[in-house]
């Protein structure tokens, strides 16, 4: 299947016909987005780029060679990076000798003194993200890259090459101490992932038939000052956040029947009176959930309104779908457009009131066409940062929720059920009487991750460099909040699916068909507490059970 970023899906590749499920991705540097990014990542599909992306890779990369022409200074490219960024590299025409040469062996140089970070490493789906990444963003006209290391790129993400990139050390502003890997895997100096085995990067291209790259320009500056590593956390991240909240209602509306709880507050004028985002898209799935169950009809036993984690739990998810939305948006943004220094410009805007001005005349490389090369910021993320911190947030309010939903119906007073939902064939025993005691460790531990650490960092390059943002700090610890929430969850939908199948197995009521088919499924891993049994198989296999869930099965 071929995916064309700006247009629909067709069908594509010879790989299909020997049954391979091979996917073509085309990257077009202004349409990636999150999903298609997670998607293209996964092992054995592929990427190409348009027609109009290779044109713009080549003038991105003829303009840095235009400005050194015109005694442009070019950071990292004519001269040295960081504190010694006074050092002369090249100058003039740098693809003449000896210019050439000497531009080789310093980016060279520079990717090795670069990479110092610590073990584990990372999954190879993160690292092929993160390679994608900088070739959509090379695609968009913005790296000053060549057109062979572009295609080195592609080498490796289409035949799945991946570099061991060490998943420690991130300095908090930029990922070179980790994209530095992928450099040093491309001219030879690394290891790979290839082909199911852990190889030395020479024999993965040996393979291929390619030699080592001979980096030039700014490919060593541009390989390794990104970003594309801690975008692919947080991509990740957001596929997590997306499940989860995908099969909340379902959780949700299974607690309501285990409560014998009330509807109204998710009615279509409940939310819309409120007004706030996102209301009804977290309210309508739990009603949908609970078309034909019991709680649809008049109950005496039913109280007048619920404790709020049930009866505000839709507000709570409309929430995190607002920051989960933000969030994507912030990273789409950055999958088209570029984390480099220096950026490079090849339609840029020469009508602004400035754009006459010496200095800014000066960076100018051709007037016809806007094109430029300057110092700048772009790996500055604090905007997703703080937007991944906002919605690790949320996710804790999603965790209090669930954690305070399974005590409540602990409670024989709330449920009118049994205390702790002891069945009736558990007759003597305890139920739930004590694991709820276990929430409360992963609970603190969800608050602790709602700390800020955007601020945090040490100065470097003679504290030229002294402002922090900590994107993959971020990422990593949104990826943590939803591993709890999985656990959370798990021992919610222990509790709830306890409690409806006894409404509808010992009072018999009926349950609705959205919360039906979660406790069929549920059932085939986790089975009914018919007597007391530990629980420590259910809760492992519940979470399981709950990352590999697809909503689509119980529609």
């Avoid at 790979?192 to 020479?202: D, E, L, M, N, R």
């Avoid at 940062?385 to 024989?412: C, F, K």
Wanted: charged share 20%; with cysteine; glycine share 8%.
């Amino acid at each position: 299947m071929k995916h064309v970023l700006s247009t629909s899906i067709c069908a594509l590749s010879l790989a299909v016909s020997f049954g391979i499920q091979a996917e073509t991705f085309q990257l077009t540097g202004q349409d990636l987005t999150v999903d298609q990014l997670w998607e293209a990542a996964a092992k054995g599909n592929d990427v190409t780029l348009s027609r109009a992306a290779w044109k713009r890779v080549e003038d991105s990369y003829q303009t840095t060679i235009d400005a050194a022409k015109k005694g442009i200074e070019i950071y990292g490219l004519t001269t040295n990076f960081g504190d010694l960024k006074d050092q002369e590299v090249v100058k003039g025409d740098i693809e003449a000798e000896p210019n050439r040469t000497k531009s080789i062996e310093f980016n060279k140089r520079q990717l090795r003194i670069q990479a110092a970070a610590m073990e584990p490493y990372f999954e190879d789906r993160i690292v092929k993200m993160g390679m994608i990444i900088r070739l959509n963003q090379m695609a968009a006209g913005l790296t000053g890259m060549t057109t062979e290391t572009a295609k080195y790129y592609q080498t490796f993400i289409n035949n799945d090459v991946i570099p061991m990139v060490p998943g420690r050390g991130s300095p908090g502003v930029n990922d070179l101490n980790w994209a530095t890997h992928i450099g040093l895997a491309m001219i030879g100096e690394w290891d790979v992932h290839y082909k199911g085995k852990k190889v030395p990067a020479t024999k993965a291209m040996a393979d291929l038939g390619i030699k080592p790259l001979e980096p030039f320009g700014l490919d060593g500056i541009s390989i390794l000052s990104n970003s594309n590593i801690s975008m692919a956390i947080t991509v990740e991240a957001i596929q997590q956040s997306q499940h989860l909240l995908d099969i909340s209602p379902y959780i949700v509306a299974t607690s309501l029947e285990c409560l014998n709880g009330n509807v109204s507050p998710f009615l279509w004028h409940s939310i819309e009176g409120k007004g706030m985002p996102q209301g009804h898209v977290a309210a309508e799935p739990i009603l949908k959930a609970l078309e034909g169950s019991f709680l649809w009809q008049p109950n005496e036993e039913r109280y007048l309104q619920d404790p709020l984690t049930f009866r505000s739990s839709h507000w709570t998810l409309a929430a995190a779908h607002e920051e989960l939305d933000q969030l994507r948006d912030l990273v789409e943004k950055q999958l088209n457009h570029t984390s480099d220094n220096p950026m490079v410009t090849i339609e840029g805007r020469t009508d602004m009131w400035y754009s006459d001005t010496p200095v800014v005349k000066s960076l100018m490389v051709d007037p016809k066409k806007g094109s430029y090369v300057n110092s700048n910021s772009a790996f500055d993320n604090t905007q997703i940062a703080i937007q991944v911190e906002s919605l690790a947030t949320a996710m804790a309010h999603v965790i209090h929720n669930s954690g305070w939903r399974s005590l409540q119906v602990g409670m024989d007073h709330r449920t009118h059920l049994p205390k702790y939902l002891v069945a009736k064939s558990n007759k003597g025993g305890d139920g739930f009487a004590n694991i709820i005691q276990a929430i409360s460790g992963y609970y603190a531990e969800a608050a602790g991750l709602t700390n800020n650490v955007t601020l945090y960092g040490l100065p470097t390059s003679n504290i030229i460099e002294e402002t922090y943002n900590n994107v993959n700090v971020t990422a990593e610890r949104l990826k943590q909040m939803n591993d709890i929430a999985y656990e959370v969850f798990s021992y919610e939908i222990l509790h709830m699916t306890q409690g409806a199948q006894m409404r509808r197995d010992e009072q018999g009521y009926k349950l609705g068909k959205g919360t039906s088919a979660l406790l069929k499924e549920y059932r085939k891993v986790v089975p009914f507490v018919d007597k007391d049994r530990p629980f420590t198989k259910d809760v492992n296999n519940g979470v399981k059970f709950l990352k590999q869930l697809d909503v689509t099965t119980l529609l």
